[in-house]
């Protein structure tokens, strides 16, 4: 069975960088088909992607982040992603999802969610 | 980048009722679009996939149509565990995008 877990600080403050990580058991990340992702939801609002990543290097992220994000995998250990966002506003205080994208086509496997507030 | 209109914002409805949502982007997504089900605190559920694939484990009393543009998101014989928050989503491109959500409430 396929799960995933995000950690990471839940306290960032602004112009500050947030670093998360998600840690897959049950699948490696380099076993080929699927697509490893970032999802946040601001509280009371909807989902938004933020960015995926394929273990050969296909990279894709959401152009409303203005190339603040990073999502790389851990190649050596093969069980790890994380996402990197750097200059951090009160605008991405979020729930953040890490999560399996089959084929580029299904997210169908989500991390239970990781809440993070940026604030002074 | 697509864009996805999800209709209504939110739908009342009783336990065994039938309700049907609306999904609409604004490019032709190929069949590439997914359905979601999200519930008060707890991460999304994939529903169903390419249109009107179920997934594993989902009860067959939900169900996905559509193509081009307009897609649909049945629910039959509404349940008590049914009412939560639904989503759908195009996978045909990045950047993914999500439609805006609808509440289903008990009526």
């Known amino acids: 069975q396929v799960r995933l877990q995000e950690s990471g600080p839940g306290l960032v403050k602004p112009s500050q960088t947030l670093s998360l990580t998600c840690t897959v058991s049950g699948v490696s990340i380099v076993s080929g088909g699927d697509y490893w992702s970032w999802v946040r939801q601001r509280p009371g609002k909807g989902l938004e992607w933020l960015g995926s990543v394929y273990y050969l290097g296909d990279t894709h992220y959401n152009p409303s982040l203005e190339s603040r994000a990073i999502i790389l995998l851990d190649m050596e250990e093969r069980n790890r992603f994380s996402l990197t966002l750097n200059s951090v506003t009160v605008a991405d205080t979020a729930v953040y999802y890490c999560?399996?994208?089959?084929?580029?086509?299904?997210?169908?496997?989500w991390g239970q969610g990781t809440t993070v507030i940026v604030s002074s | 980048d697509i864009q996805v209109t999800q209709s209504p914002s939110s739908v009342s409805a009783s336990v065994g009722d039938k309700v049907t949502i609306t999904c609409r982007t604004s490019?032709?997504?190929?069949?590439?679009l997914a359905w979601y089900q999200q519930k008060p605190g707890r991460a999304p559920n994939l529903l169903i996939y390419a249109a009107s694939v179920l997934q594993d484990g989902v009860p067959s009393r939900f169900s996905g149509g559509g193509s081009g543009t307009d897609f649909t998101l049945t629910i039959s014989n509404l349940q008590p565990e049914d009412f939560a928050i639904y989503y759908c989503q195009q996978a045909d491109s990045f950047p993914y995008t999500f439609g805006q959500g609808t509440r289903l409430e008990i009526k």
């Open positions: 490019h032709d997504v190929n069949g590439w």
């Open positions: 999560a399996r994208d089959v084929m580029n086509r299904r997210i169908d496997v």
